[in-house]
């Protein structure tokens, strides 16, 4: 996988992001997730329609700033006082434009993914997450792969800690449609800017969101 294919806008990139493989390799080991689920999100200076449910639809702040750098660097957030959440930060630099990563199929680390999704619930000792849920939702993705912030907001994708892979073999079924939680512009259509692989057990459960008002 090149850094050319994250210049154009997050719409464009997010389809083929799915089956690829991203890992993260960290003081307590290495953790390798086939992509199965992504979404799309746009903001200041991206072509296209005004995106509500973005965290750069306005301005640029401290928050988001690694959203506006250099194509192929990541963009993480904490959501909710809960979690980490890893984007890709796509579109040249200085516009904003970002696929964030919902679910995907761990296939190299698991028990360490196992370790640190336990270890970020509290709950050294619970009974093992199934191995379908263990990177379900952007969350458990982003717990499972050790992301957090500040230590990987705006690092490069293409060197270390991280490493990407292409999908290997034919492309899988692609379905789309509304993000998570998410509906869009205020007044407007639920944009259809989620992607996943039809029928994978990884992907995450649909729940449908409220508008949000501009600016």
Do not use: K
């Not at 200085?94 to 919902?102: C, I, Q, Y």
């Not at 458990?140 to 999908?167: C, K, Q, S, V």
């Not at 992607?195 to 459960?205: C, H, L, M, Q, R």
């Amino acid at each position: 996988m090149s850094r050319e294919l994250f210049l154009p806008s997050a719409l464009e990139v997010a389809p083929h992001l799915l089956g690829a493989t991203i890992a993260a390799e960290g003081d307590d080991g290495r953790v390798a997730i086939r992509i199965t689920e992504v979404e799309a999100y746009h903001g200041v200076g991206t072509p296209g329609p005004y995106d509500a449910g973005s965290h750069s639809r306005d301005r640029r702040t401290e928050r988001n700033a690694s959203m506006f750098g250099p194509p192929g660097h990541a963009y993480v957030y904490f959501s909710y006082g809960m979690h980490f959440a890893l984007n890709l930060v796509c579109s040249p630099e200085g516009t904003a434009s970002g696929v964030l990563l919902r679910a995907g199929e761990v296939i190299e680390g698991a028990e360490l993914a196992q370790a640190r999704r336990a270890s970020n619930r509290g709950e050294g000792s619970a009974t093992p997450i199934r191995p379908h849920l263990l990177a379900r939702g952007p969350g458990n993705l982003a717990a499972a792969l050790g992301i957090t912030r500040p230590e990987h907001d705006g690092r490069d994708l293409f060197a270390a800690p991280f490493r990407f892979e292409a999908a290997q073999g034919p492309a899988a079924e692609m379905s789309s449609g509304p993000r998570v939680g998410v509906s869009g512009e205020a007044g407007g259509p639920a944009f259809p800017w989620r992607f996943w692989i039809a029928g994978d057990p990884t992907v995450s459960a649909y729940r449908a969101g409220r508008n949000v008002p501009r600016g």
